[in-house]
């Protein structure tokens, strides 16, 4: 016979998404300022794709191993502007016999595309899991586009009521 104590505890429950605690929850990781962490250098350059990376999701859904692939995705997405603006004169060069190649940074850029499209996968900040499935995103779209020629349209209006966008 096992004794209670020697139980292995269960895991805390998270709380339901529309709880008050989920609310209250959020709102307080909302305030919260996310740092990379130690065991991933980040560059300033990476810094400003970080707080893009670090907003896709609520503050209280990084792990401590998510915050370092995010760190690497932060390095990903900097070394592909680096390259691309390397590569924006030409993405061609000329080998040993003045025959147009395609430039090594091409690869580079490639690959780093590919491992950028991996993270967001693993992170689950790609599309999908942000915006939802392609059929509800173009029924938003749709909706979009058609405000916004309305409101194009009713522009000298003056009376209609406009959404504040500051």
Known sequence: MTDKKDKPKAA??????DSTGAEIAASQAALA??????TVNISDDAMKFWDVIILSRAAD?????????????AR???DIEKY??????SRLIKDEKGQPKISPAHKIVDDLYKQALSLSRTLQIHPRATQGESRDQSTRNEMFADKRNNMAQDEDDQFLARPDTH
């Not at 300022?33 to 130690?38: G, R």
């Not at 691309?84 to 004169?89: D, I, K, T």
């Open 84 to 89: 691309s603006v390397a590569l924006s004169s």
């Open 61 to 73: 859904a990084w792990t401590g191993n998510d915050l370092m692939l995010a760190g690497i995705l």
């Open 76 to 78: 990903c997405y900097a």
């Open 12 to 17: 805390a429950r998270r709380a339901r998404s």
């Open 33 to 38: 300022v996310m740092q990379p962490p130690e």
